[in-house]
């Protein structure tokens, strides 16, 4: 009935219950486990079982749900992820208490549980359903529910046609993060960050650095996004050329990081920092091709790194380009277009360094100056830009 395809040894990922890894069964009406999902759960550290799901053998099917609790040692549990039918099948036999089951992960099932239904105590139920279901709203539910309102039913598997690898990696981080709640495990990523980090800002020598960071990285699919500029590159191979050549090389002599806050999520860390730096050489991740201009820059900058089975497989970063360019003169906020200058637009709504100076030391006399210059306070009870009440 089934079909195990499990880690052996030490785990690939962070995770371990007593002396092995934690058991997850994966469910679907594929005759074949579906390998991508499969090494996926295990490169976090599972030890994966999957259970093929025959609608004209659901009296078996449903037998073996029952006793998956019998091949556990003492105090071990496990966790189901299913799709389709099989969730359906799942979702119902769960109604009543699956021994040692301490979460079902249910993706597009036919058939939902009602909005108000109690499972068992110790179980944690996560469901995600595609924008195509009926479906209560996710607030109505006792259970926890996720709905992905532009995807397809099948989003969630690589080998659909239907696949939306967006959602899919949303979807996934969710059932990751219910499975180690179930679990009461945690994972250490926020040293895989660090290491990038390090080996980016912090190593002098760019070959260094930039072996540094790929080192850290998934071997083929990872990728870097410099939302701004659309820096980056996809794999080992493209990234350490890009850190070696363009990104390391362009940390000027003054080039400081302040780290404003950190989040750690179950596999994300967003970094919230301000970049300062003087562009007395080419900085070319920011300024692509423009010549020094000695101008001070500081910028704020948000970094998401995604860490999945212990390697990086990706970062975003994020800044207001419109900001760099006011700071070093490409971009002046007092030129409009006579057009719009004419329907009143009386400066660009865009803002130099107070932007990130408002990060590090938060001013009320900052705020709402564009508001305020437009006459759209005119007539308001407002805070005002001096922080005094007023019209």
């Not at 860490?307 to 070093?328: F, I, N, P």
Request: charged residues 20%; hydrophobic residues 40%; proline residues 5%.
């Amino acid at each position: 009935m089934s079909t195990k395809a499990s880690t052996t040894g030490t785990t690939t990922g962070f995770l371990s219950f007593n002396s092995r890894p934690p058991r997850l069964y994966i469910t679907s009406t594929s005759a074949h486990a579906p390998e991508s999902t499969l090494l996926a759960w295990q490169a976090e550290g599972f030890e994966t079982t999957y259970l093929p799901f025959h609608a004209a053998q659901q009296a078996a099917y449903i037998a073996t749900l029952k006793n998956l609790h019998k091949d556990l040692a003492l105090g071990e549990t496990y966790a189901i992820l299913a799709y389709g039918d099989a969730a359906t099948a799942v979702l119902r036999t769960a109604q009543k208490p699956l021994p040692r089951c301490c979460a079902v992960l249910a993706f597009y099932p036919g058939v939902l549980p009602s909005a108000g239904f109690k499972f068992p105590t110790m179980l944690r139920v996560q469901v995600h359903v595609s924008g195509q279901q009926k479906s209560p709203r996710p607030d109505m539910c006792d259970w926890q529910l996720y709905r992905y309102e532009k995807s397809k039913i099948g989003f969630a598997e690589p080998d659909a046609t239907t696949y939306e690898r967006v959602e899919a990696e949303l979807a996934f981080s969710r059932a990751l993060a219910c499975v180690r709640k179930a679990f009461k495990t945690e994972a250490d990523i926020e040293g895989v960050a660090q290491a990038a980090w390090s080996a980016k800002y912090e190593e002098e020598v760019p070959e260094r650095g930039s072996m540094g960071v790929v080192q850290g990285m998934s071997q083929n699919s990872a990728h870097v996004t410099i939302v701004p500029t659309l820096e980056g590159g996809v794999g080992r191979k493209k990234l350490e050329e890009f850190y070696r050549e363009f990104f390391i090389p362009s940390l000027v002599e003054d080039f400081e990081i302040r780290l404003v806050s950190r989040t750690v999520g179950v596999d994300r860390v967003v970094d919230e920092m301000v970049v300062s730096f003087t562009h007395s050489d080419d900085v070319d991740w920011i300024l692509p091709g423009v010549p020094p201009t000695n101008k001070r820059v500081e910028i704020a900058v948000v970094s998401i790194v995604a860490v999945r089975g212990g390697k990086l497989v990706s970062e975003h970063m994020y800044w207001d380009q419109a900001s760099v360019l006011v700071q070093v003169g490409l971009l002046d906020p007092n030129v409009v277009p006579n057009k719009l200058k004419s329907q009143g637009l009386k400066k660009m709504p865009v803002v130099g360094v107070e932007g990130a100076r408002q990060v590090l030391d938060v001013k009320q006399e900052r705020y709402n100056k564009l508001l305020k210059e437009h006459g759209l306070l005119n007539g308001m009870v407002a805070l005002n830009v001096n922080g005094e009440n007023g019209a």
